[in-house]
């Protein structure tokens, strides 16, 4: 079956760094996508790999490494509206995306 | 990055009431959209698939009849949610991509039901 995994909750400071994690096993590969949504909204796009290696936007960069069917998200210099869900998905052999179930990001102060 | 549409934003309705959702793409032409619904905190779920000019193509266990889909044209697809009862009520959220290969999906704003 297809499988995306990631963390339910995490918590980091303002400021900080936070690498949210995204393991997968699908039929197939066209991509990995990053989407951000905040309560109450729908997800906005952050980021998209289908080559292997780390691809930086601003204060987040994703990274992709196929073999080992893995991505992280990264985000730096925390700010308090990045408290958000960070939703994994992968682009399967039909073009389907497969959903993680989503990272609850925390931000403290 | 694209815009994509919907309306309502919110929308109350009382059981056994039919109610329509549009999902707009307002700068690109949406060959293929999506309609999804999201109970609360959990993962977003593929309820069809829509190209234009074609029938949807349901997940496993959505009742086709029940939530029509209508893709009329590369710009508007709708979701009517038919005699709605209390346990429809969800945010459903639809999205949209211009082509039919790799291209990002692009998510409406979403549209809360709340059936009473």
């Known amino acids: 079956g297809q499988n995306i995994d990631q963390p339910t909750e995490m918590t980091a400071t303002e400021g900080a760094i936070v690498q949210i994690n995204c393991t997968y096993q699908t039929s197939g590969f066209n991509g990995l996508f990053w989407y951000q949504q905040h309560a109450g909204e729908a997800p906005t796009f952050l980021s998209y790999?289908?080559l292997d290696g780390l691809e930086e936007k601003g204060r987040f960069s994703s990274f992709l490494s196929r073999s080992k069917g893995y991505s992280y998200l990264l985000l730096k210099e925390l700010q308090m509206k990045d408290s958000a869900s960070y939703l994994c998905?992968?682009?399967?052999?039909?073009?389907?995306?497969?959903w993680g179930a989503g990272t609850k990001l925390i931000i403290k102060p | 990055g694209a815009v994509v549409s919907q309306h309502p934003s919110r929308v109350i309705c009382k059981s056994g009431t039919s109610v329509k959702i549009e999902c707009r793409s307002l700068d690109f032409q949406a060959t293929t959209m999506f309609w999804y619904r999201q109970f609360p905190k959990q993962s977003l779920m593929l309820m069809a698939t829509s190209n234009e000019g074609s029938k949807a193509t349901y997940e496993q266990g959505v009742e086709k009849d029940k939530f029509l889909i209508n893709h009329a044209s590369l710009t508007l697809s709708t979701l009517t949610v038919t005699s709605a009862h209390p346990e429809d009520s969800s945010f459903y959220i639809c999205s949209a991509r211009a082509g039919t290969g790799q291209e990002t999906q692009y998510f409406g704003p979403g549209t809360r039901l709340l059936v009473l």
């Open positions: 790999n289908v």
């Open positions: 998905a992968v682009m399967d052999s039909n073009y389907q995306l497969i």
